[in-house]
């Protein structure tokens, strides 16, 4: 599902990345969705930051990634992985938690407003081959 949310990523990008995570307990965690047979239908990966554009405590929980299948959308699937992220962020000391989105993914961005996220700023990234 990692290669679904980011496909630009290489193999190696996202093995490296996992590795991260797992080698970080304290700071990262990833909550997976599941039907009754056990097949993925969605993830959130959750970290701690020490910033986020628009929160003013530190630590700062930070949705990194989050992700559920088409086929399996607009059934609270996405809104239970957040609160399970909420929630270990608050264990973990966060008065706010922070995303972000492309600003091109409108249903993300319906997504996170819907579950109560508010806008902070809109970033245009630029780039050049030299």
């Not at 929160?55 to 399996?72: A, D, I, K, N």
Request: aromatic content about 10%; proline content about 4%.
């Amino acid at each position: 599902m990692r290669y679904a949310l980011w496909p630009s990523h290489s193999k190696k990008v996202h093995h490296d990345e996992v590795v991260e995570i797992i080698k970080h307990p304290q700071e990262n965690i990833v909550f997976v969705a599941e039907t009754s047979d056990h097949k993925l239908v969605g993830f959130l990966e959750v970290s701690l930051r020490e910033y986020a554009p628009g929160c003013h405590h530190q630590p700062v929980g930070y949705l990194e990634g989050w992700y559920v299948r088409s086929s399996f959308r607009n059934q609270g699937i996405g809104k239970k992985l957040v609160q399970e992220a909420e929630k270990w962020t608050r264990q973990k000391g966060c008065k706010e938690i922070a995303s972000d989105t492309p600003v091109k993914n409108i249903k993300s961005t319906r997504a996170h407003k819907a579950l109560g996220f508010k806008k902070e700023d809109a970033l245009v990234h630029f780039w050049k081959k030299l």
